[in-house]
């Protein structure tokens, strides 16, 4: 088991941070603010985007999965499993949050174009389209949870504990 992350792991979990975020707070905003032809001119790039986040995220999965990464030794049971739990979450998550976004896209009153190419819009149907729209912005809401969680417990452990766990991950 490795003692630090790969350099690979590393970029992808700064461009991953940096997506997520514009992805949960300005782009999403966007989409909700906008109206008419505008909006589904925005929906092609935030679905694109998106697609583009699961590829990334199952990109680091498997970096993850092959180059693993040994937890601190001092930290405390609850704090490795609040850890690996945290860490799922956030692969479920991401997962959920396109297949949702994806699910609206197909019961959307427009068309919706993937990367300006793919049409995934199949036919209007409001109810179906309100579901998923629910269970996106649940998603998001948990995201943005997670994440504060995780960006809490990385300065808690780097300022507090005096653990370096920040140096692991530049």
Same mark, same amino acid.
């Given at each position: 088991?490795?003692?630090?992350?790969? =350099?690979?792991?590393?970029?992808?979990?700064?461009?991953?941070?940096?997506?997520?975020?514009?992805?949960?707070?300005? $782009?999403?905003?966007?989409?909700?603010? $906008?109206?008419? +032809?505008?909006?589904?001119? *925005?929906?092609?790039?935030?679905?694109?985007?998106?697609?583009?986040?699961?590829?990334?995220?199952?990109? =680091?999965?498997?970096? =993850?999965?092959?180059?693993?990464?040994? $937890?601190?030794?001092?930290?405390?049971?609850? +704090?490795?499993?609040?850890? =690996?739990?945290?860490?799922?979450?956030?692969? *479920?998550?991401?997962?959920?949050?396109?297949?949702?976004?994806?699910?609206?896209?197909?019961?959307? #009153?427009?068309?919706?174009?993937?990367?300006?190419?793919?049409?995934?819009?199949?036919?209007?149907? #409001?109810?179906?389209? %309100?579901?998923?729209?629910? *269970?996106?912005?649940?998603? %998001?809401?948990?995201?943005?949870?997670?994440?504060?969680?995780?960006?809490?417990?990385?300065?808690?452990?780097?300022?507090?504990?005096?653990?370096?766990?920040?140096?692991?991950?530049?």
């Amino acid at each position: 088991m490795n003692e630090s992350y790969s =350099r690979a792991q590393k970029i992808l979990h700064w461009l991953l941070a940096v997506l997520v975020l514009f992805w949960l707070f300005v $782009s999403g905003a966007v989409v909700e603010s $906008s109206e008419g +032809e505008a909006k589904g001119f *925005i929906l092609m790039f935030h679905s694109g985007g998106a697609i583009v986040i699961l590829a990334l995220m199952m990109y =680091r999965y498997s970096l =993850r999965r092959k180059h693993p990464v040994a $937890s601190l030794p001092d930290l405390k049971s609850w +704090e490795k499993t609040w850890s =690996r739990t945290n860490h799922v979450a956030f692969y *479920i998550l991401v997962g959920v949050m396109v297949g949702s976004g994806i699910l609206q896209g197909i019961f959307f #009153e427009q068309d919706v174009r993937v990367f300006g190419l793919i049409n995934i819009t199949s036919g209007h149907n #409001e109810s179906v389209l %309100a579901v998923f729209h629910i *269970i996106h912005e649940i998603t %998001a809401t948990l995201l943005k949870l997670l994440i504060a969680v995780h960006i809490l417990a990385a300065l808690k452990h780097q300022f507090i504990d005096k653990k370096p766990f920040l140096k692991r991950m530049a």
